[in-house]
C-alpha cells in the first residue's frame, strides 16, 4: 500500500512575505507512514478541488488567530494578528474536505478554526476573558508537558489512548467558547476550556488544542494521534 498523501496547510509569515512550515508537522507525519505535502496558500477554486480529490487527508496546523469574523463576532483589542488569506483557503479547503469524507487533523489553531467554521465561536484572548491557574501558554522547551487534559470516557481519544487523563503541552492564547453543535468533545482541561474535539458525522475529523508536533518524539501518546490520523487516511485508498 502507497503512503498517504497527506496535505498540510501552510503557515503564514505576513512580515517577509513568506509561506513556511515547522518540521514537526511533516517529521511526525513522515515517521507514521505518510508523505505529507505543505499546501500553496490559494483561493483558487479548480485548484482547491484538485488538491482535495488528489490528497488523502488534511493538517490544519497553528498560526495566527482566527479572524472573528468566521465566527460572527467583532474583534477585541486582545486578539492578535489574524491572517484572511489563511482562514478563506481553509474554509474553502475543510469544505471540500468533509464533502468527500476526507481525514482532518486540526492542531491549536486547527481546532479553533474548525470549531470557527463548524458554527461555534472563540475566547479571543484567555487570560483576558477567561483567566485560569491552568498554564495554556508555556515557555520552551515546548515538548515538556505544561497542564494535564481529562478524557471524555467513550470518545475516540480515550479509546485509543486506553486512559482518563493525559499531560500536554500548551502554547495558545485563544481557545473554544461555545462548542460547535456538530462537535463533540474529547478532552477538557480543568478549568472546564475543551482541548480536543471531534466530528461524529464523518471517518475521522480530529482535532486538539495542544501540540503534539513537538512531543511526538518524547511522548508515545502523541504519535498515537499522528498513527490514527494516518491510519484513517489509508482507508481512504
Avoid at 500500500?1 to 511533516?26: A, F, K, T
Avoid at 515546548?142 to 475516540?156: K, M, N
Wanted: hydrophobic content about 40%; some cysteine.
Amino acid at each position: 500500500m502507497r503512503s498517504p498523501m497527506i496535505g498540510v496547510c501552510p503557515l503564514v509569515d505576513r512580515e517577509r512575505e513568506s509561506y513556511w512550515m515547522l518540521p514537526g508537522y511533516l517529521l511526525a507525519l513522515e515517521e507514521v507512514g505518510a508523505a505529507p505535502l505543505m499546501l500553496p496558500l490559494t483561493e483558487d477554486e479548480a485548484l482547491l478541488d484538485r488538491l482535495a480529490e488528489t490528497l488523502d487527508g488534511f493538517l490544519f496546523t497553528g498560526g495566527q488567530d482566527v479572524s472573528p469574523e468566521v465566527y460572527g463576532a467583532a474583534p477585541l483589542p486582545c486578539c492578535s494578528e489574524v491572517c484572511p488569506a489563511r482562514d478563506g483557503m481553509e474554509a474553502k479547503l475543510l469544505e471540500r474536505a468533509l464533502a468527500r469524507n476526507k481525514p482532518v487533523l486540526g492542531i491549536c489553531r486547527g481546532l479553533q478554526f474548525l470549531n470557527a467554521a463548524l458554527g461555534g465561536t472563540l475566547c479571543q484572548d484567555l487570560p483576558t476573558l477567561r483567566p485560569s491557574q491552568v498554564c495554556h501558554r508555556q515557555r520552551p522547551p515546548y515538548h515538556l508537558p505544561a497542564h494535564s487534559v481529562t478524557l471524555v470516557p467513550g470518545a475516540p481519544l480515550a479509546a485509543l489512548l486506553g486512559r482518563e487523563t493525559l499531560a500536554v503541552n500548551s502554547c495558545h492564547h485563544q481557545g473554544i467558547d461555545r462548542l460547535s453543535p456538530r462537535l463533540l468533545p474529547m478532552a477538557e482541561a480543568a478549568d472546564g476550556l475543551v482541548e480536543a474535539v471531534y466530528l461524529p458525522e464523518r471517518r475521522f475529523v480530529w482535532a486538539v488544542q495542544w501540540h503534539p508536533e513537538f512531543s511526538y518524539r518524547h511522548e508515545e501518546s502523541s504519535r498515537a494521534i499522528f498513527r490514527a490520523f494516518v491510519g484513517a487516511c489509508k482507508d481512504v485508498n
